[in-house]
């Protein structure tokens, strides 16, 4: 984040808030004591909140800049009677395309910061995309007595779990020598996690239906630096942004199951698997 929007995150950019730990600050120093106790959400929209003058300022400059261009333009282009039109109408577009870029930024860590929930966005997305191309959609659902998923989705590609998950805005999710990193720590218990919880799916499943299953773990991430084009995979994981989980599945090859083992499989984690 650059301009206007960037004294209120870099203020948060200097300290580490031990599991969301901040890149500009270290796991290896101990946090401000000042700043303990808040979670980094808190202290993410206070700062937000107050920079909101700054915004302001910056973007009714932007808006003077994009008049003074605007009206520049029409003289050249022989408009001198709506030179000052054209120069309105570019800070027009100028202060409105700022307030979007910013809206959305903040708008992007919303299921980070509480304000939506990430397995209601993905679990919408999933059926609107693949409900007509013969996939079920089973949402919240757990082996009883053990760890749960949040989506259960089975088709004629075969069988995927799709879990939600966010980080702060300026943690880098990455790939290193096939290691999966979350910032500057190692994400290998949160793959290690979900593959483990995609075997015993798949166990559970193929013992009550007689049918082979091999389920395909999938972290849907909402909030947090993802590399372009929005995929990482590591250590048996794919992470991807929660819009492109469709897309991936739909890419799968479409003959793994038919209809009746589809209509099995899905009966059965229906009985057998926990609703949570």
């Not at 870099?10 to 600050?25: C, D, K, M, R, T």
């Not at 700054?54 to 333009?73: E, M, P, S, T």
């Not at 300026?170 to 990193?181: K, N, S, V, W």
Request: hydrophobic residues 40%.
């Amino acid at each position: 984040m650059t301009g206007e929007g960037s004294s209120a995150w870099q203020i948060l950019h200097n300290y580490s808030f031990g599991e969301f730990a901040v890149p500009g600050g270290s796991i290896y120093v101990q946090p401000n004591e000042k700043y303990t106790g808040s979670s980094p959400q808190w202290w993410y929209e206070k700062f937000w909140r107050e920079d909101a003058a700054n915004r302001r300022k910056y973007r009714y400059a932007k808006a003077a800049v994009g008049f003074v261009i605007g009206v520049a333009l029409g003289l050249r282009f022989g408009l001198e009677g709506a030179s000052a039109l054209t120069g309105l109408l570019l800070a027009g577009a100028v202060a409105g395309g700022d307030w979007f870029v910013y809206w959305y930024s903040f708008h992007k860590t919303a299921v980070w910061r509480g304000a939506r929930r990430g397995e209601t966005i993905t679990g919408r997305a999933l059926r609107r995309s693949l409900g007509r191309s013969g996939y079920r959609v089973l949402d919240g659902r757990a082996i009883r007595g053990q760890a749960s998923i949040d989506h259960l989705v089975i088709g004629p590609g075969g069988v995927w779990i799709v879990d939600n998950e966010s980080w702060s805005p300026d943690t880098e999710i990455a790939c290193y020598a096939g290691r999966l990193f979350f910032g500057e720590k190692y994400g290998s218990k949160v793959a290690k996690a979900l593959v483990e919880r995609a075997e015993a799916f798949a166990e559970l499943l193929t013992r009550e239906t007689g049918v082979p299953v091999t389920i395909t773990p999938v972290m849907a991430v909402h909030c947090g630096l993802m590399p372009k084009g929005g995929v990482v995979m590591a250590e048996g994981l794919t992470l991807l942004r929660p819009k492109l989980a469709a897309k991936l599945i739909r890419s799968a090859d479409g003959d793994v199951l038919n209809d009746a083992q589809i209509e099995l499989l899905t009966r059965t984690a229906a009985r057998e698997l926990q609703r949570v």
